[in-house]
Each structure stands twice: as structure tokens, then as C-alpha cells.
């Protein structure tokens, strides 16, 4: 039953499935980014299938010619193995796709993993500079200060509400209140821009009404002349150029080509993998009416 339900959010297990679906976005002028699913990794020989993996994920990127980004799971890089391993296998990840022109992004997994992924991701960005980038999640009371550090040195961001079920020390658990964070960080990277050129920081949210009170969803405002028929003053405060809206495949599909349309950077987040049950579970955690969906299977 999960099998077939997964497959509105996952166009296929394997990297050709997910590749053809890049190639599908492609067309409608969506560029994407790949994962491949997998996480808390018990041998160091899954975490090395990992590498090789996302290289032959790069392989294949380069074969098709598409603008096509990474994204990986620390633990699925071996993580919870140890944090000098998974520095080492990631850093020589990077070094192997740092000619391929391939950004690479560093999910944030639950809050027992933050600060060793931060340790990782600068890292990384002391290695490869800004075409690599990390997730924070707007529900943890740390991220206001975690953001302003990667700032600092010149990191890339993409901010995500979070996926993970957290206690009330480390986590916000209105979500009118992580709404109310995400608002406040998202305006904080609209006025941080681009500073010298390299990857945009990133919204990773379907959340339309969020995304209109920013000026970035369709309908909500048109480039430097301001809002469609609508009160320039009322326009969102966040400039349109320096960030990027990403969604999951499988949705608020409808929304898609209306953001391209209207100028509003855009790219979705394609899965692919065997392992993919942990990740659906959290899917379903996200929509109740998933579940629904799920059981009329
Ligand atoms: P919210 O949950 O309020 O949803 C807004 C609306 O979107 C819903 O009303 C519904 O219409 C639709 N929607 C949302 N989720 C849906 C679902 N599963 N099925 C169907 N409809 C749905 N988290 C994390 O902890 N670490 C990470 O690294 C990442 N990475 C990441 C990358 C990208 C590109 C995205 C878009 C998201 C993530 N996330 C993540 C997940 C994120 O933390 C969050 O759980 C989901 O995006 C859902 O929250 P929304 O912001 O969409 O708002």
C-alpha cells in the first residue's frame, strides 16, 4: 500500500527514474535538486554506497546537461558513525564534483544531529566556498543565532520549518509560532541578497500564504513595478532576486508554473532510492489527509 501511495512524492527508486523527471521539469523551465534517500547508516560501507551514489548522480547530471543541484543526509554519509569519517567522505564528495559545476546542499536532520552538521558544513564551505550550502529549521529556538553564524562566514542557507518531531526545550511547537520564526528568517535572508555571487539562500516551503506575505508567490507582485493590481505598498518585503522558493515533487504542483511564470526563482526537490520509508513516513506526518489518501489505496 505505502509502495504505491509513495509514488505521488517519489517519481521512481532508481537515478534514471529521478533523472527523467529532472528532464520533465527541464522543459517547463524548473531546474531541480536531487537526494538520494537513505539515513542513519550503521556500516561505513552503506555510507561509501552513499558517495557513489551521488557521484554517479553527477555523472548522469553532467550526461543530460541539466541544472540540477545535490542534497545529502549527513547520517547517510555515516554520521552517527562518526563526525571525522563523515567529514572526510564528504569533503572528498565535494573535491569529486567541484569540476562538474554541481552545488551541494547538507540537509539538517533532527536536533541531536545540529551542531555536528554545522561543524561539517563549515567545513565544507572553508573547502568549496558558497556553491554549498546547509538546511536550518525555523521550528528550533537556535536558528536565529546558528543563521547569523553561517552568515557571518559567508555561508548559504535554505530555510525549511522542520520535519522532525522535537521536544519543547529544543523546538517551537505552535505553529502559528514557527510560521512567525520562518517570517522572521526569511526577511533576514531577503536583506542579506548574494553577497559575492554564488549559490541563492533558499525557501523550502509549500506554504502559500507564508510565501505570499513575503511578495513570492504567484499573483502577489510583479518585478520592480510592483504588485499586479494591487497596492505597491502592500507588496511583500522580501526582494525577489536574492531567493529561491523550493518545493517536493508530488506538492503544490498547481503552484509550480505560476511562480516560474512570474519570475520568482524556483526549483523542486526530487527523491529517489530504495530507502525511502522513514522519509514518506515524515511526508505523511506533514498532511494528516495524507493518510486518507494513503488508505483509499
Ligand atoms: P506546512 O506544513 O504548513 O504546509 C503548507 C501546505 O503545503 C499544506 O497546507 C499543504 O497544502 C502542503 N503540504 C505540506 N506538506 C505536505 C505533504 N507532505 N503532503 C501534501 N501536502 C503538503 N525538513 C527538515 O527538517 N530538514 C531538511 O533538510 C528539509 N529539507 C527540505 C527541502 C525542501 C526543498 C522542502 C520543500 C522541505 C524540506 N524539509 C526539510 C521539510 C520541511 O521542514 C517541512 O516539513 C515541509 O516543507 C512541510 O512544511 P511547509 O513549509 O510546506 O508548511
Keep these: 500500500m505505502a509502495q504505491r501511495a509513495v509514488r505521488r512524492f517519489l517519481p521512481g527508486e532508481g537515478l534514471e527514474d529521478a533523472l527523467d523527471a529532472c528532464e520533465g521539469l527541464?522543459?517547463?523551465?524548473?531546474?531541480?535538486?536531487?537526494?538520494?534517500?537513505?539515513?542513519?547508516v550503521a556500516e561505513i560501507e552503506e555510507a561509501e554506497g552513499a558517495v557513489a551514489a551521488y557521484l554517479a548522480a553527477v555523472a548522469g547530471i553532467r550526461a543530460r546537461g541539466l541544472d540540477i543541484h545535490l542534497s545529502v543526509k549527513p547520517t547517510h554519509l555515516g554520521l552517527d558513525l562518526g563526525v571525522e569519517g563523515t567529514e572526510e567522505r564528504l569533503l572528498r564528495l565535494a573535491g569529486a564534483v567541484e569540476?562538474?559545476?554541481?552545488?551541494?546542499w547538507l540537509d539538517?536532520?533532527?536536533?541531536t544531529h545540529v551542531d555536528r552538521t554545522l561543524r561539517l558544513y563549515r567545513a565544507l564551505l572553508r573547502e568549496a566556498g558558497p556553491?554549498?550550502?546547509?538546511?536550518?529549521?525555523?521550528?528550533?529556538?537556535?536558528?536565529?543565532?546558528d543563521l547569523e553564524g553561517i552568515l557571518a562566514d559567508g555561508g548559504r542557507v535554505r530555510l525549511v520549518k522542520g520535519a522532525y518531531r522535537e521536544s519543547p526545550s529544543e523546538a517551537l511547537q505552535d505553529p502559528a509560532a514557527v510560521d512567525g520564526s520562518f517570517l522572521a528568517l526569511a526577511e533576514r535572508l531577503g536583506r542579506e541578497g548574494i553577497p559575492g555571487g554564488g549559490l541563492r539562500h533558499v525557501l523550502g516551503t509549500?506554504?502559500?500564504?507564508?510565501?505570499?506575505?513575503?511578495?513570492?508567490?504567484?499573483?502577489?507582485?510583479?518585478?520592480?513595478?510592483?504588485?499586479v493590481g494591487r497596492d505597491p505598498a502592500a507588496r511583500g518585503p522580501v526582494e525577489r532576486g536574492p531567493l529561491e522558493v523550493q518545493m517536493l515533487y508530488g506538492i503544490q504542483g498547481g503552484?509550480?508554473?505560476?511562480?516560474?511564470?512570474?519570475?520568482?526563482?524556483?526549483?523542486?526537490?526530487?527523491?529517489?532510492?530504495?530507502?525511502w520509508y522513514p522519509w514518506f513516513m515524515r511526508r505523511l506526518a506533514e498532511r494528516p489527509t495524507n493518510l486518507r489518501f494513503l488508505l483509499r489505496r
Design 26 to 40: 527541464a522543459r517547463r523551465g524548473i531546474p531541480a535538486t536531487l537526494t538520494y534517500l537513505g539515513e542513519n
Design 99 to 104: 569540476g562538474s559545476g554541481v552545488p551541494l
Design 108 to 111: 539538517m536532520e533532527d536536533a
Design 131 to 145: 556553491r554549498v550550502g546547509i538546511c536550518l529549521q525555523a521550528y528550533l529556538h537556535r536558528t536565529p543565532r
Design 206 to 227: 509549500h506554504d502559500l500564504g507564508l510565501l505570499g506575505r513575503l511578495g513570492l508567490a504567484p499573483g502577489e507582485s510583479a518585478g520592480p513595478g510592483g504588485p
Design 255 to 275: 503552484a509550480w508554473d505560476a511562480l516560474v511564470g512570474e519570475g520568482i526563482p524556483f526549483r523542486v526537490l526530487v527523491s529517489y532510492g530504495a530507502h
